[in-house]
């Protein structure tokens, strides 16, 4: 004998409409984003009151609505449920192979001119049908907003990754010394971190950067050796060029000179490959063995062409060192 299926206590509707008065904090406001009037969410929200047989929502007129504990928790159960309806819709519209659905990428903000123009170009040429959007953040940002939702999929260094977020290396390099052009050690073809044991230190401040040169150079935050703090490349670069001190990078730099015409070198540093790894990162899924197809495609996009793209800014560094003219080494886009 089998046991007839237990009817549902509400609809996706109304879970829809629920979720957009939390996260908007009024009826009228939920009304506004659903293009529909404010007595249809509140007729919602009291017939999903009544299925569910509790207060969900703190109502009080001109100052807005919040859930109640128990709104909270449903809430958090409706993200999921909201969640996994629009994903087996767009599976079912995927049927004619386009790829379809919004796509947050949040990059760590020092490899974000390395990999954005690659995606927002080249990976949403192939893809129209993909609603790309994206974020440039810092580490913590990053690992904050895939555990969230708020990112779908990241690019960063591997460092202090929570356990719901999956992440695979997508390319290694090798990390380099950045010098003034008139160091001694400017011409040698690898440096060790023993050379520079004795060099100021120009530190960018972020983790994963600050971690990875402090660790790779054996010291603390408060060594006497760090010169200067930065929060980006361009400006480590720029103290570079000044002889102000010498600094660690990871990805190339296509450009032999710094923002304000100073010449500096980059050297390979002599250590392992394994310190300098980019990861692609995504919350680990709760529903489905796999994440949905348009993170798995670009994960596969970026495996396949971000080596090379760095290869080639490598390359146009080395050449314009060399004094090859800027107009013929630095084509339009990548082939």
Known sequence: MTTAPMSLPFTLRQLEIFDAVVRTGSLSAAARELTTVQSSVSSAIDELERHVGQRILVRRKAQGAWPTAAGRQLHREAAIVLRTAHEAARI????????????????????????????????????????????????????????????????????EMPGVIAHRAVLETQPRALLPAHHRWAQQKTVTVEDLAEEPLILLGDAPSKASTLDLFGITEDDPRIKAVTSSIVLTRALVGRGLGVATLVQPDASPW????????????????????????????????????????????????????????DERRLMLSHGADPATVAPKSDP
């Not at 392992?272 to 798995?296: F, G, N």
């Open 258 to 313: 710094t923002v304000d015409g100073q010449p500096v070198v980059e050297v390979p540093l002599a250590v392992s490959a394994d310190r300098s790894r980019v990861h692609v990162a995504w919350l680990r899924p709760a529903e489905r063995r796999r994440p949905p197809r348009r993170i798995t495609e670009l994960v596969a996009f970026v495996e396949e062409r971000l080596p090379a793209h760095i290869g080639r800014i």
């Open 92 to 159: 079912l519209q995927e049927r004619d192979g386009q790829l379809r659905g919004p796509l947050t990428i949040g990059v760590y903000q020092t490899l974000a001119p390395y990999i954005l123009p690659l995606i927002l170009g080249d990976f949403a040429e192939a893809h129209p049908l993909i609603e790309l959007d994206f974020v440039e953040v810092r580490h913590a940002e990053l690992t904050a907003g895939l555990t969230s939702g708020a990112i779908d999929v990241g690019f960063t260094y591997p460092h």
